[in-house]
């Protein structure tokens, strides 16, 4: 319901752009609501400052729709986190964002794309074959989830240009 009239009132779709440090709040709490592990405010600030740290995000009015980050070293780029708000989801806007971002990259030299991603997963799991990432390895037991049970972590690869 809020997520609904925070649509309808933030009228357009949000904007995708480069993430400023005025959006490190909204970041950490996004991230916070999407992952077991948190990042302070703090913390998203560093890394948006790091120079070779890339992150776009999606803004809906003053709200944080959705952001991507990668970390590059050389010519290699690694997706650090992506994340879309609950009422945002299943619209398309983590592809938005994941073109951008592979379009930036591409344009600043990179030419090999890695990730990790739980092997259950399964919306991110299609975002990512969708955009072209194949499965280049596996780590067995690398998440843990519920009831001392552990998932697989595929490393996933694009190759741009
Ligand atoms: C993964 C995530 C970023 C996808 O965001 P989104 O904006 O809903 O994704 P999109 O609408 O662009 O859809 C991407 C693909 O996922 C599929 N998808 C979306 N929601 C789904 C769901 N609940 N179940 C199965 N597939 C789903 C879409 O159909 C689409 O695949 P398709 O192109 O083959 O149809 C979002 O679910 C999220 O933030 N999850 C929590 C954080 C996370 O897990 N991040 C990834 C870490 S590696």
């Known amino acids: 319901m809020i997520g609904w009239l925070r649509r309808l ?6 904007a995708i752009v480069l993430a400023a440090s005025r959006d490190a709040g909204g970041i950490a ?14 913390e998203v600030e560093g890394l948006i400052a790091e ?3 890339l992150t776009h ?18 010519d290699e780029a690694e997706i650090l ?20 971002h592979l ?3 591409a344009g600043l030299g990179t030419r090999t794309v890695f990730l990790e991603v739980d092997e259950n997963n399964e919306p991110a799991i299609r975002l990512y074959a969708r955009a072209g990432f194949r499965e280049v390895s596996r780590r067995a037991n ?6 001392g049970k552990t998932a697989a972590a595929l490393i996933l690869r694009r190759d741009l240009g």
């Open 9 to 14: 009132f933030s009228g357009r779709a949000p």
């Open 29 to 42: 709490t996004l991230h916070g609501a999407s992952f077991r592990r948190g990042w302070g405010e703090a």
């Open 51 to 53: 120079r070779n740290v």
């Open 57 to 74: 995000v999606a803004r809906a009015g003053r709200s944080t729709a959705g952001f991507i980050m990668s970390r590059s070293a050389a």
């Open 81 to 100: 986190s992506v994340a879309v708000g609950r009422s945002w989801r299943g619209r398309g806007l983590a592809r938005e964002l994941l073109t951008a």
């Open 103 to 105: 379009r930036r990259l």
């Open 142 to 147: 690398y998440y843990p989830i519920e009831n």
